[in-house]
């Protein structure tokens, strides 16, 4: 869950030609599916300060902030659920938040994470890889769950989250702490993200699309509102 702050205006020298974009990362002691239930301090844990500037740094590329000099956007993301694909999601849910609460952007930052299996090999390699159909364990996972990010054990996979602008075509993250063989698997491994990013830019416009239509329609007074009451169901119109 993502909430924005609009543009507040500040006196501060450093933000004379453009806002500052602030982001607060807070998961919730419920939210890890391992039943880890330990509060942690958001501004002392190194992952989760580590977690928060790669948000921000994703989406300052996206967001216009010379449009608003003097000013700071703060985003305020609360993780209630976290059963992998952390970082990935809160870029999407942090995006969806700008564009909802009108601050102007490029393109739509969409985030998605690639895992590589301890038996990754490239496709149709040149170095003896095979042309054949890839087995499941030797193929890159799009948007991986906690559960398979870690059933690996000790043999650690490749984790590669990415974040792109796909209108422009431009990559705004990529960070892989794993030691890849060759530079062709990371290539490939980059190409399977970028490719999970381009559907969650697809959902991501559907939905604000929908949103839109339904902003149109509650200004024009032709909006609905379930209203449930003590079990009740009801639809009002107006």
């Given at each position: 869950m993502s909430s924005i702050s609009c543009p507040i205006l500040m006196f501060d020298k450093t933000a004379m030609n453009s806002a500052i974009l602030e982001v607060q990362l807070r998961p919730v002691p419920y939210a890890p599916s391992t039943g880890d239930r330990r509060q942690v301090n958001p501004q002392s844990d190194r992952r989760i300060v580590e977690q928060a500037t790669l948000i921000?740094?994703?989406?300052?590329?996206?967001?216009?902030?010379?449009?608003?000099?003097?000013?700071?956007i703060s985003i305020d993301i609360t993780v209630l659920a976290d059963d992998g694909g952390r970082l990935s999601a809160a870029i999407n849910a942090s995006c969806l938040a700008l564009v909802d609460a009108g601050i102007p952007m490029r393109d739509l930052v969409c985030a998605c994470a690639v895992v590589a299996p301890p038996g990754f090999t490239v496709a149709n390699s040149s170095d003896g890889g095979s042309d054949g159909p890839s087995s499941p364990e030797s193929?890159?996972?799009?948007?991986?769950?906690?559960?398979?990010?870690?059933?690996?054990?000790?043999?650690?996979?490749?984790?590669?989250?990415?974040?792109?602008?796909p209108q422009l075509g431009s990559v705004v993250l990529a960070q892989c702490e794993s030691r890849l063989g060759d530079i062709s698997a990371a290539a490939?491994?980059?190409?399977?993200?970028?490719?999970?990013?381009?559907?969650v830019f697809?959902?991501?416009?559907?939905?604000l699309t929908?949103?839109?239509?339904?902003?149109?329609?509650?200004?024009?007074?032709?909006?609905?509102?379930?209203?449930?009451?003590?079990?009740?169901?009801?639809?009002?119109?107006?």
């Open positions: 921000r740094r994703a989406l300052e590329a996206g967001v216009l902030l010379r449009l608003h000099p003097r000013s700071r193929t890159a996972l799009i948007d991986p769950n906690r559960k398979e990010i870690q059933r690996y054990g000790y043999d650690a996979p490749a984790h590669l989250p990415v974040a792109a602008m490939e491994l980059l190409e399977a993200a970028l490719v999970g990013c381009q559907s697809d959902i991501m416009r559907a939905s929908e949103r839109a239509g339904r902003l149109i329609s509650a200004k024009g007074g032709n909006a609905s509102v379930n209203v449930i009451f003590s079990g009740c169901e009801g639809e009002v119109q107006g």
